[in-house]
């Protein structure tokens, strides 16, 4: 009754405050032919599911852990208001696992870490409720890199990225949720993004998604 409760009242204060990231992504084209996509080929029950953003969409899940019933929603550009538009389908299915990266799109639009978490919680809760046996496992928010980032909005954001995973880790413990900390895997010593790791200084290159990969493979086995 109590994550009933919570994620109701947290759901109402992030659509209180989320109407222009709404517009800026349900009506986003790219987010409405990936929902067709998802339409086509539904989650089946007790799948492992990896929600996210671009960073999930762009990862080759089935391919890194075969045999694993594994399914891609991530999309690009998503962020945390898209992510509970579209968790019904994924709550409904009653997933084994669920693998959550959120957050950095939030940023990129100048959200603070304290409506991002509201968000967050949100999601969790929402899980929770309705799908009990899922186990979730939240991860860190990546670094970027702002000597070769090409989104400007995301420059100076190196601190926000690093407050908001000490904020979810906080909140993992809280709620003994495991927390996947990514984060410092992908760090150079100058507290940057590596730059082998990526072409943008966001996304990752194929180098990037096997460090993930790795990470990952104690928690999906």
């Not at 409506?115 to 899980?127: A, D, E, F």
């Not at 908001?164 to 984060?183: A, G, Q, T, V």
Request: with cysteine.
């Amino acid at each position: 009754m109590r994550t009933i409760l919570l994620a109701s009242l947290l759901l109402l204060s992030f659509h209180a405050m989320g109407q222009e990231i709404k517009e800026n992504i349900l009506d986003n084209q790219i987010y409405i032919d990936r929902m067709a996509v998802f339409k086509a080929n539904p989650l089946k029950e007790g799948q492992i599911v990896f929600l996210g953003n671009s960073l999930t969409q762009a990862g080759k899940w089935e391919e890194y852990f075969p045999g694993m019933n594994v399914a891609n929603r991530g999309i690009a550009g998503d962020n945390i208001f898209g992510m509970l538009g579209r968790l019904r389908e994924i709550i409904d299915a009653k997933p084994m696992k669920l693998f959550l990266m959120a957050g950095i799109n939030d940023i990129s639009l100048g959200r603070p870490n304290e409506k991002i978490m509201v968000g967050i919680k949100s999601l969790i809760y929402q899980i929770k409720s309705g799908s009990p046996d899922t186990q979730i496992f939240v991860q860190s928010v990546l670094p970027m890199n702002k000597d070769v980032c090409i989104y400007e909005r995301m420059k100076g954001k190196e601190k926000q990225i690093e407050d908001l995973n000490k904020e979810i880790r906080r909140f993992c413990k809280e709620e003994s949720i495991p927390f996947i900390d990514l984060y410092p895997f992908f760090l150079t010593k100058k507290r940057l993004l590596n730059a082998g790791y990526t072409g943008d200084g966001l996304h990752l290159n194929d180098a990037g998604y096997a460090v993930w990969k790795e990470q990952l493979e104690s928690y999906i086995y």
